[in-house]
């Protein structure tokens, strides 16, 4: 293992010291969410106690807190992804949110009938069902980059199934489910040399785990959910490039976002960002995020992602000298943090029942992504996704649990 302060890294999350079914807790459903660290838990009571307040709305110092920490934080996050503009990082609610926004925002506007929008098969619901919405709405073809047997992306059919009339390219940077790392530098190229078309990152499983840079990926749109990168729920990012967003209309409207509204004329907006956030913002969840990416940036997420990588290797290397008749999905591809399988032919749900007695907590089911399920012909899949905190211990714990579970089903 590379030197990495493990120790002092689970120190910092209190809920990795409390019990499940009387087992230590082995929390290994990070891809759905992760745990918070005390700095990101003590900035929520201590923002409530001290400076609570509406965020660019009053002219009193604790509102003008409020508008400070919202205008930093969008600073700090325009740098660890590293936007060339502060402007380009708007809050939404999550990746859900942020999909939902650019498909009514941008797409139903500059997506007509006669042109198409590619996605791949192994995506969650929240990038295929915005794209079947507005496909069915404006008639346009949506076509799904085909899978191989092992769950990665076929990419020798990309270049076939982009055109002229491809709009956008939506894609997931890692899957939710098999952890396999799509080569987005490389589908980035095809899709610019072949075409005008826009493309989307669905950064939810990616962003907590790799190095994000996106003037270097030249992506046009990058999307991802605090909650999985040690936030709180309810905040996210989306990342628009500024000449982009700029064609763009809101697509909420509500207080906070105009210029002039008149009973007889056409509503005039303010300027980017903030033209795009309607509402009273969630002023104490964007301080969390801007703390969790401080946090991850006094660990660094190159160091994160080694460590993690050397976890998820030992982790697989293990689980395939035990005699436990799995199916592992994914495994060899070039992957991060999380572990598809299921044992045997057993149910997910009983598997991750039985795991959960030996304080093992994994996720169980379709992951919202049954056209994946399909193109592995099973109804659903154990999950164990690991996080920069998690040890070997819970992965031994994982292990053990599973071992149990075996004799059971074989008793
Ligand atoms: C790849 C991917 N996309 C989108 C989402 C949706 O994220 P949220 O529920 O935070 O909106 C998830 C959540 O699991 C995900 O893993």
Known sequence: MILYPIKKIRLDFPILSTLMNSYPLAY??????????????????????????????????????????IETVRTYIAKF?????????????????????????????????????????????????????????????????????DGSLNLSKLSELINRRTKLLSISHISNVLGIINPLTEIIDIVR????????????????????DVQKLDCDFYVFSGHKIYATYGVGIMYGKYE????????????????????????????????????????????????????INTIGIKNIYNYENQLISYAINTLKQQNLHLTLYGSDCNKSSIIAFNLKSYDSYD????????????????????PLMNHFQVPGMCRASIAMYTNKDDIDQFIHGLNQIKHLFHA
């Open 28 to 69: 290994l459903d990070n891809a759905a969410t992760t745990q918070k660290p005390n700095i990101v838990i003590d900035s929520q009571s201590y923002y409530y106690k001290n400076e609570c307040s509406a965020a660019h709305r009053s002219v009193h110092s604790l509102s003008s807190i409020s508008t400070n920490h």
């Open 351 to 370: 598997v991750g029942m039985l795991l959960n007695q030996y304080g093992v907590a994994i996720r169980t089911g379709h992951h919202c992504a049954i």
């Open 81 to 149: 992804i590293n936007t060339s503009i502060p402007e380009e990082i708007i809050f939404v609610k999550g990746v859900t949110d942020a999909i939902n926004f650019i498909a009514n925002s941008w797409g139903r506007n500059f997506i007509n009938y006669g042109d198409n929008i590619l996605i791949s098969a192994m995506e969650h619901h929240a990038n295929i069902l915005p794209w079947q919405n507005l496909a069915k709405e404006k008639k346009i073809e949506l076509n799904y980059i085909p899978l191989l047997p």
């Open 193 to 212: 040399t072949k075409s005008n078309a826009r493309i989307l990152i669905d950064g939810a499983q990616g962003i907590a785990h790799q190095k994000v």
């Open 244 to 295: 982009l967003l700029n064609t763009m209309d809101p697509w909420v409207v509500g207080g906070g976002i105009v210029k002039n509204v008149s009973l007889t004329q056409e509503p005039t907006f303010v300027d980017i960002p903030w033209k795009f956030e309607p509402g009273s913002p969630d002023v104490s969840g964007i301080v969390a995020l801007g703390n969790a990416v401080k946090y």
